[in-house]
């Protein structure tokens, strides 16, 4: 009987062994299907801008809730409030020295000091947001990525232009009263770009409408922001929109009785009287393409960049408490013809440059000659990701550049 009971207790832990290893191997299995990728980004800022940023933070827990969804974790490293030279270069190495197999600069002043970093780490993929160098270097290893933000930027201005419009319909301004102040980081052309496909929004719906430029030669200082965004209101600019990284624009056009639309972020929350509109690149889709080729041993593109009609570029909520009326059903039938590619942005019968029309144009900033014209249009971004309009239009008025 004691051999008969021993018999079954090695039977049992016999079966207990095997129940366990078939257990450990479906957990192993489990994790096999797991794939954990740390990932560094380097950023400008920090999230309480409630602008530039805070907008990468967003598109980045978007991206880490569609990879998780895919069986890939992410172990981000992030550095902040990092702007240029030494110190991001040496942030791009920790991040290398860490384990990252690839690093994303999220801001254009990142690109110089991380390029250098990249060729001592080959295995390693670097991205530059917003860059316009590693386009064209000879660098396996480095990538550039943009979106096509002058279209929301148009939409926004059409959105400025139906408010400036109503105004001088309903007697509160005049039309030679209609002027745009904008706030503007750097007279680069990425900002350029920007204001410009802005003010032709805003022209395509009041066609009296003029546009004041105010530069503060950084990407992000909310004092300066503000400063320029008064001395705008108090030229007599009676909206307000804003290339640069915070709120303050916002604010600050409240406080003068001025509009406003801005940019990265919804700033109606800060400014509910005064913020009509923004628009902002959503780079969810790009973090999760760039990490699963990563993941999957696939070919990142050294040059990325999509628009509107992909999703990368979209509007905030309009604040319907302020706008003109119908600009909803308005800005939707703008933004399906953008999509469908009906409209130009940049549509050279649209604007002049020193009273004549632009049929050629080879001088644009960093493209080595290339002709930027194609089809009646400035071909704007299609040629390289970094934005490179650079053409002082008709109507704008540069304060300081």
Known sequence: MKKLLALILSLVMVLSLVACGAKDDAGKDDKDDTNTIKVGLICIGDENDQGYTYNFMRGKEAADAKLKAEGINVDWIIKYNLIEGDPVAVANEELAEEGCEIIFNNSYGHEAAA???AADYPEIEFVCMTGDQAWADDLANTHNAFANIYEGRYVAGVVAGMKLQEMIDKGEITADQAVIGYVG??????????YTAYYLGAKSVCPSVTMK????????DATAEANAAAALCDQGCVLISQHSDNTTPATTAQSKGAFHTGYNNDMSDVAP???IIGTRIDWTNYFVHAIKCVVE?????????NGMAEGEVVMTELNTAIAAEDTAAKMES???????GSL???????????GQAVTTYTGAWGMNGAEAIADGAYAESSLRSAPYFD???????????
């Open 185 to 194: 980081a750097y007279s680069f052309a990425e900002v350029v770009s920007g």
């Open 213 to 220: 430029v105010q530069y503060v030669n950084s990407w992000s």
């Open 115 to 117: 390029l250098p970093v």
């Open 334 to 340: 703008v933004m399906d013809s953008i999509k469908d």
């Open 273 to 275: 009287e005064a913020s």
């Open 391 to 401: 053409l002082r239009i008709d109507g704008i008025t540069e304060l300081n550049a």
């Open 297 to 305: 041993g696939k070919e990142l593109e050294q040059d990325w960049c």
């Open 344 to 354: 130009k942005v940049f549509d050279t019968t649209t604007f002049t440059v020193g």
